[in-house]
């Protein structure tokens, strides 16, 4: 079963608008690298991926290299990204909850 998400934060809304993003960021001229860049567009980022997100400054301020967390045998980095992660989806739970 694949991760709630949360759905889309920041989805563009205009057709118009989806089709310029596609255009511009699409991998090459191929109709196939067009259609996935357009649904990328019209999806937006996951609300999820926004949550985390939000939560990195708050993250990396309690994080550094003499907490004991960060000794664990893996980058600092990796480790905030799961910490923000984990944060992401308590908060995607707390608003299924409501």
Known sequence: MAKDDGGP????ANETGMHRW???NRADETEESYIAAYAI???GMSLRDHFAGE???IVFAQLDSTNPLAT???P???L???ICYEIADAMLA???RE
Do not use: G, H, M, T
Request: proline content about 8%; glycine content about 0%.
């Open 9 to 12: 934060a920041f989805p563009i």
């Open 22 to 24: 596609a255009l511009a």
């Open 41 to 43: 567009a019209a999806s």
């Open 55 to 57: 939560a990195i400054p």
């Open 72 to 74: 664990q045998n893996r």
């Open 76 to 78: 600092l980095q990796v």
């Open 80 to 82: 905030a990204a799961k």
């Open 94 to 96: 707390e608003r299924r």
